[in-house]
């Protein structure tokens, strides 16, 4: 069984950033694949960014703008998000890929917002 805890979130202004955060517990995590997902009021959960030990990827609307990382000492990942949008609003979740099993954290709400 794989803990996943997220911090981080919070209101901001358009333009600006946050960076969450995501503990994990477990022995393994460097073989962890981890992946942070989003969900906003009405739409289905989406892939935000995920990351392996071989690299990362994003989906289009975040290129550029969010960084995926992670610690492996620390058993944690990270996402950097710069120049938010009102349309990243949305509640993000933390997953992680265990041995063909997938773990969820609880979610933390981010909301950009003047």
């Known amino acids: 069984q794989v803990q996943l805890e997220e911090s981080g979130g919070g209101l901001v202004q358009p333009g600006g950033s946050l960076r969450l955060s995501c503990a994990a517990s477990g022995s393994y995590f460097n073989t962890y694949v981890m992946g942070w997902y989003r969900q906003a009021p009405g739409k289905q959960r989406e892939l935000v960014a995920i990351i392996t030990n071989d690299g990362t990827s994003y989906a289009d609307s975040v290129k550029g703008r969010f960084t995926i990382s992670r610690d492996n000492a620390k058993n944690t990942v990270y996402l950097q998000m710069n120049i938010l949008k009102p349309e990243d609003t949305a509640v993000y979740y933390c997953?992680?890929?265990?041995?063909?099993?997938?773990?969820w954290g609880q979610g933390t709400q981010v909301t950009v917002s003047s």
């Open positions: 997953n992680a890929l265990v041995i063909n099993k997938l773990y």
